[in-house]
């Protein structure tokens, strides 16, 4: 696609932010359905002229030349098989059937002394080639694309946690301020949370299950044409050497629990992000976070000052995009009628959408990460002039002493008021304590009380 072409693009994804979709191609086009369409079919050619059972022979050169169909895929053949499936070409008439379209495209490339054509598609369904085909994109792009920029959204916010450590924060809890903990700390949150997410797709990843077993997955065909062969045995070793689990139950459709379970691992990630998109958010409008500008570029229409959160303001409408279109796929694909019904066709189609918006989200929220700052001063001003903050901590250590009513002095002289550190100050010099406790108490600081924020970055594996 050309850049004008993109200007009149239907969706943002193929116009606006191409660029940004476009590592997703290789996994997510109609041509990458196609190429692992005819993967599946020349392996599973090969995979017949293996069985002892069967006359076909392939020698070591048709081979290679069957699975440089697949291998060396391009543009013409992509072509080629649409205009299979809508024209006809070649003697062959339209299919008006996409599955169709590729058999024929392998047998129009098979040579002409080949015995094979006969074999080509032999007992499969369409769903048979269809279900491992998505299987092996979805697979590619999640391994290849949308992990390793969850992988680099996670070290960016490691790097962040460690290298900020020990910068104290004002909390807050229902907006309210709270007991400081330190930014890293923080950071430190979300690249955990983020870590176990990004291993829950992993685990979903390697859960991908795909079956061959026909129209009605009872192998009804195959047993009619060779009773004797194990097919079961055979499609799950053919299904395990793509890469794939093996479903060996199910109708005709593979029922794509493990593809639900995927999606909403997914769904997790993006909420931790999103999560992680609104508190930057927050940090950037407290001023804790100040964001680099980049020269040249205008941050608001009539307020030239503006230095706005865009990447990531972007980042979670692209995610809530994505959890959108991820939890419908979740549930639709999961359901069929009887054998099949053809309406999760055209919804399967929509997986690349969904993960298109994921990959801006990702993208967006890690430029936003690059481009933020800790404004140091900015957060101990703010802590100094929250002293209210350690009434915790007071009554904590009053509550030690043995002081029943600890709670309540202290509520008494913060809750709903203004509060100086010489109203403590005052209130300590009052208190019925030991001097040593008293001496502990003085030592308090809004900046200093962080417990152990710096050492829980080291949880980070």
């Known amino acids: 696609m050309t850049e004008t072409d993109a200007l ?12 940004r979709t476009a590592p997703l191609s290789p996994y997510a086009s109609e041509a990458a359905l196609m190429r692992a369409r005819v993967r599946v079919e020349v ?5 017949l002229a293996d069985l002892d059972a069967t006359p076909l022979a392939i020698d070591i050169d048709e081979r290679e030349a069957l699975r440089g169909l697949y291998k060396h895929f391009a543009e013409e053949d992509a072509r080629l098989i649409k205009k299979l499936e809508t024209e006809g070409h070649a003697g062959f008439d339209a299919t008006n059937h996409d599955v169709k379209a590729v058999e024929y495209f392998v047998r129009h490339r098979l040579s002409e002394d080949s015995d094979a054509s006969a074999w080509i598609h032999f007992g499969l ?19 290849e694309v949308l992990l390793p920029k969850l992988y680099e959204v996670r070290k960016s916010l490691a790097d962040m946690a460690r290298d900020h450590r020990d910068l104290p924060m004002l909390a807050r809890t229902h907006g309210q301020p709270a007991t400081p903990t330190t930014f890293g700390k923080e950071m430190a949150v979300y690249a955990a949370r983020l870590g176990r997410a990004t291993g829950r797709i992993r685990r979903a990843t390697d859960g991908l299950r795909g079956k061959l077993g026909g129209a009605s997955g009872t192998y009804a065909a195959h047993v009619a044409a060779y009773p004797d062969v194990d097919w079961r045995a055979f499609a799950e070793d053919f299904v395990t050497g793509l890469g794939l689990a093996f479903e060996p ?24 992000l999103l999560d992680l998109d609104l508190d930057v958010w927050l940090y950037v409008s407290d001023r804790y976070l100040g964001q680099e500008a980049v020269e040249g570029e205008t941050g608001s229409s009539t307020m030239p000052h503006k230095v706005n959160p865009i990447d990531f303001e972007n980042s979670e409408g692209n995610l809530s995009k994505a959890n959108s279109d991820l939890t419908f796929l979740a549930d639709y694909v999961t359901t069929s009628r009887l054998q099949r019904d053809l309406s999760d066709s055209t919804v399967k189609r929509n997986i690349g959408a969904a993960f298109a918006h994921c990959l801006i989200g990702y993208g967006k929220t890690a430029t936003g990460l ?27 250590i009053l509550r030690r002493e043995g002081q029943e009513d600890a709670y309540e002095r202290v509520k008494a002289v913060t809750r709903g008021r203004e509060v100086t550190i010489e109203d403590f100050r ?12 008293r001496e502990e108490l003085h030592a308090l600081t809004p900046t200093g009380y962080t417990g152990v924020a710096s050492e829980l970055v080291d949880d980070l594996t």
Do not use: W
Not at 43 to 47: D, F, G, K, P, V
Not at 125 to 143: G, I, K, Y
């Open 370 to 396: 690059e481009k933020v700052v800790p404004t140091e001063a900015v957060m101990r001003e703010e802590l100094e002039n929250t002293p209210e903050i350690i009434g915790e901590a007071v009554q904590t």
């Open 125 to 143: 369904t369409s769903e048979d080639v269809n279900n491992l085909a998505h299987r092996l994109l979805v697979r590619d792009a999640v391994d």
């Open 43 to 47: 392996e599973y050619l090969i995979a």
């Open 249 to 272: 139950l199910t109708t005709q459709v593979n029922p794509c629990d493990d593809l639900a379970a995927l999606f909403d691992a997914f769904r997790g990630a993006n909420d931790v």
């Open 426 to 437: 005052s209130m300590f010099d009052e208190l019925d304590v030991d001097e040593d406790v």
């Open 8 to 19: 009149y693009a239907v969706s943002p994804l193929d116009g606006r932010y191409a660029g």
